[in-house]
């Protein structure tokens, strides 16, 4: 067995961090299974927020939405890709959280549990009601908003990477090719 030498070490253990899909930020940079904490959503959020968006992309929750918005959430608001930057005042933390605990609002007065205990098909009636602006115990923030920004969250990390423009059939064209997915 050979000595490693020191480089040789850290491009290993970069290889074994990009293949485990963890930045060196400590972010998940796809949801693939890994489990990384989050740093503004409580894992409940971070969950409720999956499932969410899941329904709005399908395949975001497996793309890491949670953990994308999270990243972004914690990061300097200059950084962010969130588009909820540009129809928001900050803080985005607050945007997102009452967003969250609004849906969990709209599920308990419309079928008396949260919104992570419901089928498929009454946590859309929860989106369609966001959508056309009729929800019964949601208000804040406007859920159509919500829905606007969750839906651009869930479309960037599903459709937005190379991998998601391959899903598509298309050709991923960019002038710059990223160090990482997001």
């Known amino acids: 067995m050979s000595d ?5 070490f850290i ?4 290889v074994v961090a990009s293949a485990m ?5 400590g972010y998940a940079s796809t949801g693939g299974g890994t489990s990384v904490s989050f740093r503004t959503f409580s894992e409940g959020q971070g969950n409720t927020y999956a499932a969410w968006c899941d329904l709005l992309a399908v395949g975001a929750a497996a793309a890491g939405v949670a953990h994308f918005a999270d990243k972004y959430l914690s990061a300097p608001y200059e950084q962010s890709l969130l588009l909820s930057r540009f129809l928001v005042t900050p ?4 945007f997102y959280l009452a967003g969250i605990a609004g849906i969990d609002q709209e599920s ?9 205990s419901l089928a498929r098909d009454k946590r859309m009636e929860i989106v369609d009601a966001a959508v056309r602006s009729k929800t019964q115990a949601w208000s ?11 839906r651009s969250d869930a479309v960037d990390v599903v459709y937005g990477t190379e991998q998601g423009f391959e899903s598509l059939g298309y050709p ?11």
């Open 108 to 116: 308990q007065a419309r079928f008396g549990g949260p919104f992570l």
């Open 91 to 94: 803080p985005l933390s607050g």
């Open 4 to 8: 490693v030498g020191r480089r040789q």
């Open 140 to 150: 804040t923030p406007d859920p159509f908003l919500f829905y606007l920004a969750s």
């Open 21 to 25: 899909g963890v930045g060196s930020d």
């Open 172 to 182: 991923y064209q960019a002038h710059i090719l990223p160090t990482k997915p997001w």
């Open 11 to 14: 491009v290993g253990a970069a």
